[in-house]
C-alpha cells in the first residue's frame, strides 16, 4: 500500500472512530501529544494537549449525540517520514430530535511511527454551520 493510502485510511479511521465511539481506536491513531486548533468552533486558542485529554474531552462531548463525519478533496503531500493533508468534511450530529451540522476544513500534519501513521495535529476551519449548536457540548464562543 502507498503512503498516501496509508494515510488516507489513518484519516479515515480516525473520523469513523468519532462516529462508532471507539475512543481505543482514536487514542491509537495519535501521537503521545497533539497540536489542535478548534478554535473556529469552540473559541478557544490553538493548544498542544495529551492525546488521553483530547480523546476524553471528546468523548464528553459527543456522548449524547449522533455524527458522521465524511473527509473528501483530501489532498496529501508526504515528505520522507512526515506527511501533511488538507481535506474537506462534512460533519452531520443528531441528537434524535435536531441537528447541527457543520462544513469544515481540516488540515492534518501526520508521522511515520515504525509501520503506521500517526497524526500530530489537527486543525479545524468552519466553513458554516445550519442547525442547532446548543445540542453540542463542545461549541463555544467560535463561529458555529
Known amino acids: 500500500m502507498s503512503d498516501r493510502e496509508e494515510i488516507v485510511n489513518t484519516l479515515s479511521r480516525v473520523m469513523n472512530s ?21 478554535s473556529n468552533l469552540r473559541g ?3 493548544e498542544e494537549v495529551d492525546a488521553a485529554k483530547y480523546v476524553r474531552l471528546r468523548s464528553e462531548v459527543l456522548q449524547d449525540l449522533s455524527t458522521q463525519h465524511l473527509l ?25 430530535t435536531t441537528h447541527f451540522n457543520s462544513h469544515a476544513f481540516y488540515r492534518f500534519s501526520l508521522v511515520r511511527r515504525r509501520a503506521s501513521w500517526k497524526i500530530g495535529a489537527i486543525e479545524q476551519r468552519i466553513y458554516w454551520s445550519e442547525g442547532d449548536p446548543s445540542i453540542h457540548k463542545g461549541v463555544g464562543r467560535g463561529r458555529a
Request: charged residues 20%.
Open 44 to 46: 478557544d486558542p490553538p
Open 72 to 96: 473528501g478533496n483530501v489532498d496529501v503531500v508526504v515528505s520522507g517520514e512526515s506527511a501533511s493533508v488538507g481535506a474537506s468534511c462534512m460533519i452531520w450530529r443528531w441528537n434524535g
Open 18 to 38: 468519532f462516529d462508532l465511539k471507539d475512543w481505543a481506536l482514536m487514542t491509537e491513531l495519535l501521537e503521545p501529544s497533539i497540536w489542535v486548533d478548534y
